[in-house]
């Protein structure tokens, strides 16, 4: 069983870049999955990963998710608008609203905690929209947090764990992106970045149903949770 160690203002300090390396190196080695091909099969396995550790007794633990996660992202576009993040989605498309969606989600459940200086926006934490000029390995290289991220290119996505690209899939699946994302926080044993640990908290409650322990429910977990719960009438 994993365990999920969440950060908090005063506990658990970022693992070094050196160490989440190593580690990530380590993983890609010893899941031969991770070097297959196959962006399915890789999906596949992560996702299935995760229904062993939540819900291992359920054959429909994937479709189950997925349909937890559209329900919160279509109240969340509301609630986005509400809280003025986002702007109304009927003329954008699909990877134009999920993209603007993940930037937003930081700030619709904020951390106490401001990502490190050189992050920028603490939305930077889980996805980034690479420049023309800029260079993914290089990106990662000079990352300040070691945590999975979304990586956007022109015509498809890459998620990668501290500087080691794990998986490379079509932008027009980045929809279920942070899925993927969070289920690779599980697999892997990860700890949430202090400056989304709210969001990810709020995502593991709501959407993958998996309860946060009272030792772990800060202040603004609560205060978050306690708002998104009033705005959808729960």
Not at 18 to 30: C, F, I, P
Not at 181 to 203: D, E, N, Q, R
Request: net charge neutral; hydrophobic share 40%.
């Amino acid at each position: 069983m994993v365990s999920i160690v969440r950060a908090t203002t005063t506990e658990v300090m970022y693992p070094s870049k050196n160490d989440v390396q190593a580690m990530a190196k380590r993983l890609v080695e010893y899941y031969a999955v991770l070097r297959e091909n196959s962006v399915n099969c890789k999906h596949t396995w992560v996702m299935d990963e995760l229904r062993c550790i939540l819900d291992r007794s359920n054959p429909d633990f994937i479709s189950d998710l997925k349909t937890s996660w559209e329900s919160f992202y279509g109240k969340a576009q509301f609630y986005g608008v509400f809280k003025k993040l986002l702007g109304p989605s009927t003329t954008q498309d699909k990877v134009t609203r999920s993209i603007a969606m993940m930037k937003a989600l930081p700030e619709m459940f904020p951390s106490p905690v401001a990502p490190p200086k050189n992050l920028g926006h603490a939305s930077e934490a889980m996805v980034h929209i690479l420049e023309p000029t800029e260079n993914p390995n290089t990106y990662l290289q000079r990352r300040p947090v070691f945590s999975p991220v979304l990586i956007i290119c022109d015509s498809s996505c890459m998620l990668a764990i501290g500087s080691t690209p794990v998986i490379t899939f079509p932008k027009e699946n980045i929809d279920t992106a942070v899925l993927y994302l969070l289920a690779y926080y599980y697999t892997f044993h990860l700890t949430y970045p202090k400056c989304i640990a709210t969001l990810l908290s709020v995502l593991q409650s709501e959407v993958q149903q998996d309860a946060i322990h009272d030792s772990y429910a800060t202040s603004s977990y609560k205060k978050a949770l306690s708002e998104w719960k009033k705005f959808i009438g729960e």
